[in-house]
């Protein structure tokens, strides 16, 4: 029940919020895509954890838009 948690901090957040966490979130696939390209990551699960949670935080501002 980890996510439900999660999603629901991204609901009582506001959307400036939600743009800086979502480019944060960016930014850290960025690094672990370059960390696993140069066989220096050693967790390759996190890489789809991020995915996931990128979507989750695209999905609450697209809830928010509607």
Not at 31 to 56: G, K, P, Y
Request: charged share 30%.
């Amino acid at each position: 029940m980890k996510t439900n948690k999660y999603v629901k901090d991204l609901q009582e957040k506001t959307a400036v919020e939600l743009n800086t966490e979502l480019t944060a979130a960016k930014k850290e696939l960025f690094n672990l895509r370059f960390q696993n390209a140069t066989n220096q990551l050693d967790n390759t699960a996190r890489i789809r954890e991020v995915r996931r949670n990128i979507a989750r935080i695209q999905t609450v501002i697209a809830q928010k838009n509607a």
